[in-house]
C-alpha cells in the first residue's frame, strides 16, 4: 500500500510540473492553433461509446452467468474466456481490432473501430464488477417477486436487478477508467494526429490525448517534459472517474441494508 501511494503522489508531483500550460484558451482553442479541444472531446467520445456497447453486453452476461447459467463445464470455458480476455495485452487486442473491425468489416480508421477495441478491454472488468453486485443481492428479494406470480425474468429484471444497479454502475466507470489512459488499443484502430474539428459520424477517426502523448514524445522525439501539461488533463479525466465511482459505491452502500 505504501508503495502504491508513493508511486501515485510521485507520478502526481512531476505531472503537476506541467500546470503552467493550462488554462481555459489551451483547453478551448482547436488543435490547428496549438490547443488541445479535439484531444479533450475525441478521448471523452472514445470511452464514453466503448461504455455505452460494453455496458448492456457486460449485464446481460453476469445476468446469465449468475441466475441462468448451469454448473458445468460450458460455464466454467466461459468464466476461464473472461478472466483470458481480461488479461490479454492492449496491443494484442489492438492489432485485432485493426484486423477485424478496420479492415475485414471495413470501419477503417474510426470511431466504431475504436470504440468496439476498447469495449473489449472494459468488458471484462462489467462483467465480473456486475456479478458480484447481482450476487450480494439477498434471493429472498426475488423469491419474493416469484411467490406474487412474477415470472422469472420479471423477478431479475424488477428486484435483484435494480438492487445490483449501483454496483453495475460503478463497475462501468471503472471500466471507462481502465481505457481512458490506453495509447496500443486505439493506435491502429482510431485515432489521427490532426483532424480539422470534431468527427461528424462514427466512422470518422478522432483525436485522443494519450495518442497525441505518444506521437510527441515516441514519433518526433520532443521531450517528455513537452506534453507535461496533456497529460495532467488524462491524469485528471482517470482521477475523475475512478473518484465517481468510489462515492458512488460508497453513497449507495449505505442505502442498502443487507450489506451492513
Known sequence: MVICLLAFFWIAVTLFTGIGTLNMEFLTTSALKGGAFEMIVGTI???????????????????????????????????????????????????????????????????????????????????????????????????????????????????????????????????????????????????????RGLPSSPFEPVMALSFNMYVKIVARGEPPESVFGIALILFFIVITFSLVAIILRVYYRRKQPWLH
Open 45 to 195: 467520445y472514445l470511452f464514453l461509446g466503448a461504455a455505452a456497447i460494453a455496458g448492456p453486453i457486460g449485464v446481460f452476461a453476469a445476468i446469465y452467468l449468475v441466475e441462468y447459467a448451469p454448473s458445468g463445464k460450458l460455464t466454467s470455458i466461459i468464466d476461464q474466456a473472461i478472466n483470458n480476455l481480461a488479461g490479454v495485452p492492449s496491443i494484442i487486442i489492438g492489432l485485432f481490432g485493426f484486423t477485424f473491425f478496420s479492415r475485414q468489416l471495413g470501419f477503417g480508421i474510426s470511431l466504431m473501430s475504436g470504440w468496439l477495441t476498447l469495449a473489449l478491454m472494459i468488458l471484462p472488468i462489467v462483467i465480473r464488477g456486475s456479478e458480484e453486485a447481482l450476487r450480494i443481492v439477498p434471493g429472498s428479494f426475488k423469491q419474493a417477486a416469484l411467490a406474487l406470480g412474477a415470472t422469472r425474468w420479471k423477478a431479475i429484471s424488477l428486484t435483484t436487478l435494480i438492487a445490483a444497479a449501483p454496483g453495475i454502475v460503478t463497475s462501468v466507470i471503472l471500466g471507462i477508467a481502465r481505457v481512458a489512459g490506453e495509447t496500443a488499443a486505439i493506435l491502429f484502430t482510431s485515432s489521427v494526429i490532426i483532424t
